[in-house]
Every structure is written in structure tokens, then in C-alpha cells.
């Protein structure tokens, strides 16, 4: 008899990268890093960043756990840098 194996591939976790709101933000800088980090049209971005305005956070995309830990700190330091205290973090999907 031939011994079943367990699949050769499996799917890697997924994380949702989650942008918080803020009252401070400008709402055309959270666009525009919806646009830079996140690859989303203009119209798709307003979408989101409005979402993430009257609810209070909003999923910006889903990946793999380093291309989602990359995001995060990558959107915080160019927040930072802009003296925004926009805030992105991650969550099992
Ligand atoms: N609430 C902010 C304002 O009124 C806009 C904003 C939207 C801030 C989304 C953060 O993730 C955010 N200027």
C-alpha cells in the first residue's frame, strides 16, 4: 500500500493591511498613500480613505506576511516623516 502524503503546496497566511483614522491627517495625504504604497487609482483611494473616515479603519489590501509587515512600516515612516500621525497595521485575514 502506498502511504498518502500531505499536499505538496500550501497557501502562505494571509494579512490585511488596516489603515487607522485620525482627526489630523489630511485626507489628500492618505489618498496619495493609498495611491503610492497601495497601487489604487485615485477614485479607489478617495473610496477607501473615506471609508476609513466615517469608520474608523479600512482594509488597504491583502498579503503574504512580509509584503504585508513591509507596507506597514513603510507607510508609518513616510507618515512620520510628513509629521502625520496616520497609523497602518496588520491582521490575520
Ligand atoms: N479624519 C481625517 C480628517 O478628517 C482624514 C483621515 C482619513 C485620516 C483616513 C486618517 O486613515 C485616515 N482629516
Redesign the pocket.
Known amino acids: 500500500m502506498v502511504a498518502t502524503s500531505k499536499p505538496e503546496v500550501t497557501r502562505p497566511p494571509l494579512y490585511q493591511v488596516v489603515?487607522?483614522?485620525?482627526?489630523?491627517?489630511?485626507?489628500d495625504f492618505?489618498v496619495e498613500v493609498l495611491q503610492v504604497f497601495f497601487a489604487l487609482n485615485r477614485e479607489k483611494a478617495t473610496q477607501v480613505?473615506l471609508h476609513?473616515?466615517t469608520r474608523g479603519k479600512g482594509v488597504c489590501g491583502v498579503y503574504t506576511r512580509e509584503v504585508a509587515e513591509s507596507k506597514v512600516t513603510q507607510v508609518n515612516e513616510f507618515s512620520r516623516m510628513h509629521q502625520h500621525p496616520?497609523l497602518c497595521s496588520m491582521e490575520k485575514a
Open positions: 489603515l487607522l483614522n485620525d482627526d489630523f491627517t489630511p485626507m492618505v480613505m476609513v473616515h496616520l
